[in-house]
Nanobody, 121 residues
């Protein structure tokens, strides 16, 4: 298993935008972005699944974030708009989906090291 590699994090003011990228060459039924704030559990942000690239979003980010992947399905992106201070977190790319729910961190076997997103209010 080759771990995903994230990039694109940084510091932005509230209302700003960032695009996160993840190189994840391992085949996976779903690939996802999770985030984790200090002292909190890792939470699902968005996933893209299956041959049709169906997308799923957490309620907190729907209509602000967009997950996508290129035709090779190796380059996963998360476009984040209208960022808020509560979006500040370490963002992780996950692959190696084992089946089950796209929202459950335990259903993914392979994780990147994460990229930090900081939004100032």
């Amino acid at each position: 298993q080759v771990p995903p590699v994230e990039s694109g994090g940084g510091s932005v003011p509230a209302g700003g935008s960032l695009t996160l990228s993840c190189l994840a060459s391992e085949y996976s039924g779903c690939k996802a972005w999770f985030r984790q704030q200090s002292g909190e559990q890792r939470e699902a942000v968005a996933a893209i699944c299956g041959a049709t690239s169906r997308t799923y979003y957490a309620d907190a980010v729907r209509d602000r974030f967009t997950i996508s992947q290129d035709d090779s399905k190796n380059d996963l992106k998360l476009q984040m708009n209208s960022l808020m201070s509560e979006d500040s977190a370490m963002y992780y790319c996950a692959s190696g989906f084992q089946g089950g729910s796209w929202k459950l961190a335990g259903d993914y076997s392979t994780w990147g090291q994460g990229t930090q997103v900081s939004v100032s209010s």
